[in-house]
C-alpha cells in the first residue's frame, strides 16, 4: 500500500514538475532561443564566442593557437560562412557554401581584411597539428566499416571502369580544346590536363613537377607556378558540378542513391543491412546480432572506433616509410580488408559510423576555412582565371564526369554518386574530396574517392613522365 501510495506519489510529484516546466513561457522562449543554430553551434554560444574572441584579441592582441581557442575561432568562422552561403539563391545549388567556405577566407588574408592576430594562430595550428590526418581517417574508416560487405567489394572493382574511360576521354578532350584555343599541344597536355587528374597537392601535382624537373632540367618552383592554378580551378569546377549533380537528384530521384554508389544492397550509414552477413544460413543471427549492439553501443565503443582509424592511419605511415607505398592507399586497403574479414564487432563496426557522422557533421567546414586561410592563396586562384585555361579545364572536368555518369549507368550504378566519385580524380587531394563531397552531401563515398583521387592520381602521375621522358 505505501509503495503503491510511494508511486502515486512520485507520478504527482514528476506531473507537477512536468506542470510547473509547461508553465514556464519565458524559458521555454529561452529553449526555443538556444535551439536556433549557426551551423552546429547554438546561436547564443556563437554570440558569446564571438564577443569572447573579439575581446581576446582587442585586449591582448593575439590569439593562442590552442586547441580550444582555435576550434572557437574555426566554427565561428566556418559556420557563419556556411550559413550565408546556404541563404544565397542558386548558389547554394552548385556548392555555394563549401566555395564560400573554402575561398572567402583566402580572399580575405589576400585583402588584409582578417588580421595577422586571427591568421597566425590558425596557421601556426595547421602546421603543428595537421589535423587534416585525423580528419581523413575518421571518415575513410568510418565509412568503410559502415558499409554493406558486397556493396563495399562491387563497388572498388567497378569504379574503376567509369575512372579509367572517363580520365582517357577527359584528357583527349580537354588537350583538343586546350589546343584549339591557341595554348599548345604541350602545355595543355603537361600543365593543364595532367594537373587536374594528378591527385591534388601534395601527393600530385608537387610530385608531378619534381617529376618534371628532372626530365625537363628546369626549376621545379616555376614548373608547380604553372601548374598549381589548373590543380586550383579544376577543383573548384568539381565542386560546383558536383553541387549541379546533387540538385538534379534531388530533382530527379531515380538517378541516384544519394550517397549509395551501387543499385544493389545498401551502404548507408549505421543502418542494419550494413552489417549484413555473406550468406542466408547466418542471416538471422547477424540481424539481431547487429540489432542488439546497435542498442547497446556507448561512448566507450564510439572512443574506440576512433582508436581504430588513428591505428590504421598508423600503419599506413609506417607501410609509406618502409615500403614506399602511399599511406592513405594502404590506409584504405587495410580498412576495407578488415571489414572483409569480419574483424571488427559489430559495436565497433556501429561506433566507426558514429565517429564518421562527428567529423562529417562537425568538423567538415572548420577543415576548409583551415584550408582557404593556409594553403589557398588567392593570387593562384585568380591567375587562374584567362578564358583558355579556364575553357580547357571546364572542358577537361566536365568530360570526366559526364563520361563517368553515362558508363555507371551500364553497371548497375547510380550515375549521379558515380559521377561525383570520379570527379573528385580532379580534386585537390583529400582536401579536395571533402570539398567536393560535401557540396555534394554525400560525404559517405569518401573510400570510393580516395580511389579515385590517390590511386588515379598515382598512375596518371606514372604515365605522364614515362610519356614526358620519351618527348623530350
Not at 565561428?76 to 547554394?92: H, K
Request: hydrophobic content about 55%.
Amino acid at each position: 500500500m505505501r509503495d503503491g501510495l510511494s508511486a502515486t506519489a512520485a507520478q504527482g510529484g514528476n506531473g507537477a514538475a512536468s506542470q510547473a516546466v509547461q508553465h514556464h513561457p519565458l524559458r521555454e522562449r529561452w529553449w526555443r532561443f538556444m535551439d536556433l543554430r549557426v551551423g552546429i553551434v547554438p546561436l547564443p554560444v556563437h554570440l558569446v564566442l564571438i564577443a569572447a574572441i573579439v575581446t581576446t584579441v582587442l585586449t591582448t592582441g593575439k590569439l593562442s593557437a590552442e586547441l580550444s581557442p582555435i576550434i572557437a575561432l574555426l566554427a565561428v568562422c566556418s559556420f557563419t560562412c556556411m550559413e550565408i552561403g546556404q541563404r544565397i539563391p542558386i548558389f547554394r545549388s552548385i556548392g555555394g557554401p563549401v566555395i564560400l567556405v573554402t575561398f572567402l577566407p583566402s580572399w580575405l588574408v589576400f585583402s588584409n581584411v582578417l588580421p595577422p592576430s586571427i591568421v597566425t594562430p590558425i596557421v601556426a595550428f595547421w602546421k603543428q597539428s595537421n589535423f587534416l590526418y585525423l580528419f581523413i581517417p575518421g571518415i575513410i574508416v568510418g565509412s568503410i566499416l559502415s558499409m554493406d560487405r558486397k556493396v563495399l567489394i562491387g563497388g572498388f572493382v567497378r569504379i574503376f571502369v567509369p575512372l579509367a574511360i572517363g580520365s582517357v576521354l577527359a584528357g583527349v578532350v580537354g588537350t583538343a580544346v586546350g589546343t584549339l584555343l591557341g595554348m599548345g599541344w604541350f602545355h595543355t597536355v603537361f600543365f593543364v590536363v595532367i594537373p587536374v587528374m594528378s591527385g591534388g597537392l601534395g601527393e600530385g601535382v608537387i610530385p608531378l613537377t619534381i617529376g618534371y624537373s628532372e626530365v625537363m632540367h628546369q626549376a621545379a618552383g616555376d614548373l608547380l607556378a604553372q601548374a598549381l592554378p589548373a590543380v586550383m580551378l579544376g577543383n573548384v569546377c568539381a565542386i560546383v558540378f558536383s553541387g549541379v549533380l546533387n540538385a538534379i537528384g534531388k530533382r530527379y530521384p531515380s538517378l541516384t542513391g544519394n550517397g549509395q554508389l551501387m543499385r544493389t544492397g545498401s551502404d548507408d550509414l549505421g543502418s542494419r543491412s550494413a552489417h549484413g552477413p555473406h550468406d542466408a544460413h547466418d542471416a538471422h543471427d547477424a540481424h539481431d546480432a547487429h540489432g542488439q549492439a546497435a542498442k547497446a553501443i556507448d561512448a566507450t565503443d564510439i572512443a574506440a572506433a576512433g582508436m581504430i582509424a588513428v591505428c590504421l592511419y598508423f600503419v599506413g605511415m609506417l607501410a609509406q616509410n618502409t615500403l614506399g607505398l602511399p599511406g592513405p592507399v594502404m590506409m584504405l586497403v587495410l580498412a576495407v580488408a578488415a571489414k572483409i574479414g569480419f574483424i571488427f564487432s559489430p559495436k565497433l563496426e556501429a561506433g566507426a559510423g558514429v565517429v564518421y557522422k562527428f567529423f562529417a557533421t562537425a568538423v567538415t567546414y572548420p577543415l576548409l576555412f583551415a584550408i582557404g586561410v593556409v594553403i589557398t592563396p588567392w593570387q593562384k586562384v585568380v591567375a587562374s582565371f584567362n578564358v583558355p585555361t579556364l575553357v580547357t579545364i571546364v572542358a577537361t572536368v566536365l568530360t570526366l564526369m559526364a563520361t563517368a555518369f553515362v558508363v555507371a549507368r551500364r553497371m548497375n550504378m547510380h550515375p549521379i554518386d558515380a559521377a561525383i566519385v570520379v570527379g573528385t580524380h580532379s580534386g585537390m587531394g583529400g582536401t579536395g574530396d571533402v570539398a567536393i563531397l560535401t557540396a555534394a552531401n554525400r560525404m559517405r563515398l569518401m573510400p570510393f574517392a580516395q580511389i579515385a583521387t590517390r590511386i588515379g592520381g598515382a598512375i596518371t602521375i606514372t604515365l605522364s613522365l614515362i610519356v614526358l621522358a620519351r618527348i623530350v
